[in-house]
């Protein structure tokens, strides 16, 4: 593939015409080979685009599917006794699918010819170096992680929480899968996050390749998938970076329904006070762990606090529900 010949009389070839592939890397010629294969750059970044989305999910998923079937891992289990069902995951599996059809899809398709309108760069080959894409991902963690953690609040109010982001709370341990099990509309506006920083930064840089994107879509959806996957390992992201939120944060929004709203870091959570209840609970099992309880002591203890938390959070969730439209009060 290296020896590229762009094809006569092709859109791809006019584009490459003047492009030197003896000078590219190769994942730079692979990149231009499957543009001069389609031939059409819209489609074929639409497809790409699309391909990339679902290939990581469910390929991210696979794994913790795997961990939920070998209770040697159930360990490092944060809700040791709630493990998936096969037909929890596949009606899981089934709206995700249908949501990536019907929402994210055409989203994805037209994100392209939008985003081009302020700059963005997608056929074009080399291909940004790391030193230029590294810092643009990290700024679109932060803006995502703030977009996310006021959108999420917003979904928890009465008529938002009862007609689109309740579904997201079926499952109060949830599982990898369920990372983008949710209300069509809620992926619309959750979504809404990680595609607006590119776009506003490309507006008003002028300076973004969708290689950056497909970058940043990547971990953005290992980071969706890590947090809904329900296990805390020695080797978690969040013991080595204190402030990266992860499942063990994450999980206890779902059991606990209303701490914890944001969603790669802690910091807009601890600066709200919107993780009192979280902290509470790791106090607490924190003390436990000095008093020298034994490990049948402490596991018990450890299901009795999330018994507690998840009655506190079904109870919150009613109250959510039963929002009184007319009088804008809850009704308990």
């Known amino acids: 593939m290296s020896n590229i010949t762009a094809p006569a009389y092709t859109s791809a070839s006019i584009l490459y015409a003047n492009t030197d592939f003896s000078k590219l890397s190769w994942l730079e010629t692979q990149w231009a080979a499957w543009y001069l294969w389609i031939d059409n750059p819209v489609i074929a970044t639409g497809l790409m685009s699309f391909l990339l989305h679902e290939i990581v999910y469910f390929g991210r998923c696979l794994p913790w599917i795997a961990v939920d079937a070998i209770p040697y891992f159930r360990r490092w289990k944060l809700q040791p006794t709630k493990i ?76 938002l929480y009862k007609h689109i982001h309740k579904i997201h709370h079926k499952y109060p341990a949830p599982f ?29 840089t002028g ?79 924190a003390a436990a762990k000095k008093a020298g309880l034994s490990m049948k002591e402490l596991k018990d203890l450890e299901i009795k606090l999330m018994d507690e938390a998840e009655k506190e959070g079904l109870e919150a969730e009613k109250v959510c529900e039963n929002y009184n439209y007319g009088s804008k009060t809850k009704v308990a």
């Open 176 to 204: 990898g899968l369920a990372a983008e099990y949710a209300h069509p509309a809620e992926v619309f506006i959750l979504g809404a996050g990680t595609i607006i920083g590119p776009i506003l930064y490309c507006a008003i």
């Open 84 to 159: 998936p069902t096969a037909k929890e995951q596949w009606d899981c599996t089934k709206q995700v699918l249908f949501n990536h059809f019907t929402t994210e899809l055409p989203a994805i398709w037209l994100f392209h010819p939008m985003a081009e309108l302020f700059g963005l760069t997608t056929w074009q080959v080399p291909l940004p170096s790391w030193q230029t894409y590294v810092p643009q991902v990290l700024i679109f963690f932060v803006f995502e992680d703030i977009f996310h953690f006021y959108a999420h609040q917003a979904l928890h109010w009465g008529p």
């Open 207 to 285: 300076n973004l390749h969708i290689f950056t994107m497909y970058v940043w879509i990547t971990l953005r959806l290992f980071q969706a998938v890590d947090a809904h996957s329900g296990y805390d390992f020695p080797w978690s992201l969040q013991h080595i970076l204190p402030f990266w939120a992860g499942a063990d944060h994450h999980d206890f929004h779902h059991m606990a329904f209303n701490n914890n709203f944001a969603t790669s870091f802690r910091w807009c959570d601890r600066i709200a006070g919107t993780d009192d209840r979280y902290l509470a609970y790791k106090a607490r099992v």
